[in-house]
């Protein structure tokens, strides 16, 4: 394979950090996550518009794919309480109101399936698959609009999911292209230590509802976010389950600031990426 050939890695992170990256951001237009949005202070700021500058200051150039990882602190995508469901409701507008002034097109929130029983029996269709998605769907039903009138896609990323048919469902249920899965890879090993499937096994059973990975290695034993080849997610096995795909979806390193180059690097010399 060439090097263009190759997946183009792009990455995550605050608008402060920008400035840093913004070089290797734009050489090549990289896929690119702006964290700020998922943050309670700045969905409750009255006037965001300094944030805005800034991101629009250091992107000046930048015309890569472009999103913002969406809230999800204290909160489930899939609550049984009408309350809550309606909290989350007015915490993802507000943040694709942030993410649209800066042209964000693609939004992740978090997998509602908390694992708690064998990977095989939870949430099976016969044990509250469908009432996971039908509060699920009620919590999301004017976000998925409000999204696509924005042409910004939904991504729901796999946090303690230890079956992918669950997920998968979910996203299937919307019958909307503007609303995919998202792979994290740490999170697909952590699970893998009790009995989920791997990183690459995920890409394969997502296969054209994939739309968006978060690239982040641990030893599973804990969510560390490490700069892949640090921990023991099987990196090969990942890539070459995305070559497969018609299609690349983001690719978004998810590492601290100060990783994402040597992260980058690093993949790019065994072959994988760019």
């Not at 402060?16 to 237009?29: F, K, M």
């Not at 996550?33 to 200051?57: C, F, H, M, N, Y």
């Not at 039903?141 to 999911?161: C, F, H, R, S, T």
Request: one cysteine or more.
């Amino acid at each position: 394979m060439s090097e263009k050939q190759l997946p183009l890695l792009g990455a995550a992170m605050r608008i402060d950090h920008l400035p840093a990256h913004r070089e290797w951001l734009i050489e090549s237009q990289r896929d690119l996550e702006i964290q700020d949005a998922a943050v309670p202070s700045v969905l409750d700021g009255d006037d965001w518009s300094e944030l805005v500058r800034q991101a629009k200051t250091a992107l000046d150039g930048y015309s890569g794919r472009l999103g913002i990882h969406g809230p999800f602190f204290g909160f489930s995508l899939a609550s049984l309480d009408p309350a809550v469901r309606q909290l989350a409701a007015q915490r993802f507008k507000r943040s694709l109101e942030f993410g649209s002034e800066i042209g964000a097109t693609h939004m992740v929130v978090h997998s509602p399936f908390a694992f708690f029983g064998h990977p095989q029996v939870m949430y099976s269709a016969s044990n509250t698959l469908g009432m996971q998605i039908e509060c699920a769907q009620q919590t999301l039903k004017d976000i998925v609009p409000l999204a696509q009138n924005l042409g910004l896609v939904i991504v729901i990323e796999n946090i303690q999911d230890a079956n992918t048919r669950p997920l998968l469902e979910l996203v299937k249920s919307f019958g909307s292209e503007h609303v995919r899965m998202s792979l994290d890879t740490g999170h697909a090993n952590l699970m893998h230590q009790v009995g989920g499937p791997t990183a690459d096994q995920w890409v394969y059973d997502a296969g054209e509802l994939l739309g968006h990975l978060h690239l982040q290695d641990n030893d599973g034993g804990l969510d560390r976010h490490w700069a892949p080849g640090q921990g023991d997610i099987k990196w090969h096995a990942l890539f070459k389950a995305l070559q497969k795909q018609p299609h690349q979806p983001r690719m978004i390193l998810e590492v601290a600031p100060d990783d994402i180059r040597p992260a980058a690097d690093w993949l790019a010399a065994q072959g994988l990426a760019r």
